[in-house]
């Protein structure tokens, strides 16, 4: 090879070492190592429509007083949500008739919605009363994994089950995921997801979707087994069940609000060594999906190449697995010390 050739190529590569280093000093430089949750005061209470009045909302860090709270996002779906809500709460009725000891919430959380979603979510809280379901008034949009958030931080359930407001997902599979989770941890203290999968579907799902879809499938999948997560084949179902404990432990750390939360809440989860499953459920595509496929797609593939730098220059970082770090309000110390303070 001719040394002014090797003269460059030597260049190139200093060049390309010293914009890495620029940038995981810049992103070291502009980064919070811990989430900034901020939570305006009215997102902190709900109505009870039935009494007309303001309540406060409990918190996670409280002892769980009921067997099942189910988080529902909700983004301008006022014609997607009485479906779901219809079904979800049919089964949820009858379950709690055959067995005394299961009791439950839902919580809709309206992410900044502009139609009608939190007056038809409260006509649900007025038939129910607001002891089974509630209505969480986000004043701006967060994105589905900010939403999901906020709902798991007022939530009063053992376990908590995230369900998208399309319905998509059969709800009566909460049975099967219960069940699995039960395997992985014998109650709400222990650490355990039991995470809806879609991924036995994959071959219908190709046969129906569009070339360019599916080569977006396959292009995110691949980035994120790379970047992220490898033991979960479908990251991104909307139907993901956690005991109080787990979901204390990840929302609280959670920085990405937008779609690619579910991969840093299972990034976060695999680092941690949290026991989880995946469990094929039945599914159905809605129409009206908000995500634009390929700016979606692209604003998800970004994200997951953010998650996998910023947690591995140390810019992000989960209390627990920076044990030194107490920095977090959050933090698992404070945290654990709080929990263990409970009852049985
Ligand atoms: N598009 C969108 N959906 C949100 C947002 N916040 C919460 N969601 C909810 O996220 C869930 C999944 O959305 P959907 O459009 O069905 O996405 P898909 O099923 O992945 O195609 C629904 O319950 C939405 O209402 C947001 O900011 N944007
Ligand atoms: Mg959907």
Known sequence: MCPCLLQLL??????????????????LYKTKPYPNIVRHSDEKSFLDPQSIQTVAFPSIEDA????????????????RLPSMLDECLAFLEEKSKGKSSFNYEVIVVSDGSADAT???????????GADKVRVMELVENRGKGGAVRMGVLSARGRQLLF??????????????????????????RHDGIAIGSRAHLEDDAIASRSFFRTILMHGFHTLVWLFAVRSVRDTQCGFKLFTRSTARKLFTSLHVQRWA??????????????????????WTE????????????????SD??????????????????????????????HLESKFLLFPA
């Open 261 to 282: 939360f579910d991969v840093e809440l299972l990034y976060l989860a695999e680092r941690l060594k949290l026991p989880m499953s995946e469990v094929a459920v039945r």
């Open 10 to 27: 030597f260049y190139l590569l200093a060049t390309a070492v010293a914009t890495g280093f620029v940038i995981v000093a810049v992103v």
């Open 304 to 333: 997951l190449g953010m998650i996998w730098l910023r947690y591995t220059v140390g810019a992000w970082r989960h209390a627990a697995i920076e044990k030194k770090e107490n920095r977090n309000p959050f933090s698992h110390t």
């Open 286 to 301: 809605i129409d009206g999906s908000k995500l634009t496929p390929f700016w979606s797609w692209l604003q998800m593939g």
């Open 118 to 128: 939190v007056s038809v979510a409260l006509r649900y809280a007025k038939k129910h």
């Open 64 to 79: 769980p007083t009921l067997e099942l709270s189910v988080i529902v996002p909700a983004y301008n779906e006022e014609k």
């Open 163 to 188: 369900a998208d407001a399309d319905g998509a997902t059969k709800f009566a599979d909460y049975d099967k995921l219960e069940e699995s989770l039960s395997s992985l941890a014998s109650d709400w």
